[in-house]
């Protein structure tokens, strides 16, 4: 049986071949199915499309939004959204080859966004981030609150 991770490095070989990114993701859910997710940036023309976030998207559709359980095999170390949207999906456990350095050396931005988002929101450069408070800014969290039939994430 091919192991998770080598499989998540073969398709990401297979996205540089076919013309998408060199990013491959395998995601295997506590059920035992794999969820495969490769780097649709440029085909799809969506910053989201992250290997990550396309076996994530996958497994959901199939099981839920819940995969706690499960685990995400990633051939490059994910970057800050890909994080973010295993911690969301509840995502056990994060296994990966490559670096984000590795990535670095190859032009993507992975280790800069980490070098500031390690340095505190504020420090983000790239985009403008403010705070402001304003009348009822929580008012849909008050509301949320109050949904007797809410479904709980």
């Known amino acids: 049986m091919i192991d998770p991770l080598e ?55 199939a099981e839920g939004f819940d995969l706690s359980g499960a685990t995400m095999y990633a051939s490059c170390q994910p970057c800050p959204m890909c994080l973010g949207a295993s911690m969301w999906a509840r995502v056990d456990a994060l296994v990966y080859a490559a670096t984000a350095d590795d990535a670095a050396r190859a032009g993507f931005d992975d280790a800069r966004f980490y070098d500031q988002l390690r340095d505190g929101l504020d420090s983000v450069t790239d985009v403008r981030v403010e705070h402001r408070v304003i009348a009822d800014g929580s008012a849909p969290f008050e509301r949320w609150l109050g949904k007797v039939d809410r479904v709980e994430y």
Do not use: C, K, Q, Y
């Open 7 to 61: 499989e998540a490095v073969r398709l990401a070989e297979a996205g540089v071949a076919d013309g998408s990114g060199p990013f491959g993701a395998v995601l295997v859910t506590r059920s035992g199915a794999w969820f495969r997710g490769v780097n649709m940036v440029t085909r799809d023309d969506d910053p989201t499309a992250h290997a990550e976030v396309v076996a994530i998207r996958a497994a959901a559709a």
